[in-house]
């Protein structure tokens, strides 16, 4: 049976950052959280974000859910996944830019 899963992205950050920024960042954390393989294998993941969160560019999340959104869809992405922060800043807007990156690069590609 698939259960639900928690990436926690304190976990992932430099000593003190309150920024997560850069694809090559992004990369790293999807690898060393293995969100990949947590998406297929799992029926629910959970993204808490630290408290203390300044930011989360489009550019990170771009590199950090690209395998997935460009498997799943923005529609299944948002199903499988939801994000747990008691903090100020919200990720929506740029997770939805993200989002759109993905598949405006995934469509411009498969041409």
């Given at each position: 049976m698939k259960e639900d899963v928690l990436i926690d992205l304190a976990d992932y950050r430099t000593a003190g950052a309150l920024?997560?920024?850069?694809?090559?960042?992004g990369e790293e954390v999807r690898k060393?959280?293995?969100?990949?393989e947590l998406a297929e294998s799992a029926d629910h993941v959970i993204v808490r974000i630290p408290e203390d969160t300044f930011s989360?560019?489009?550019s990170f999340l771009e590199?950090?859910?690209?395998?997935?959104?460009?498997?799943?869809?923005?529609?299944?992405?948002?199903?499988?996944f939801s994000?747990?922060?008691?903090?100020?800043?919200?990720v929506k807007d740029n997770l939805q830019l993200a989002i759109e990156r993905i598949l405006r690069k995934s469509s411009a590609l498969s041409r």
């Open positions: 920024v997560y920024t850069g694809r090559d960042r060393k959280s293995r969100v990949d989360i560019n489009p590199e950090f859910f690209r395998n997935i959104v460009k498997k799943m869809g923005a529609s299944a992405f948002w199903q499988k994000f747990d922060n008691k903090g100020e800043y919200q």
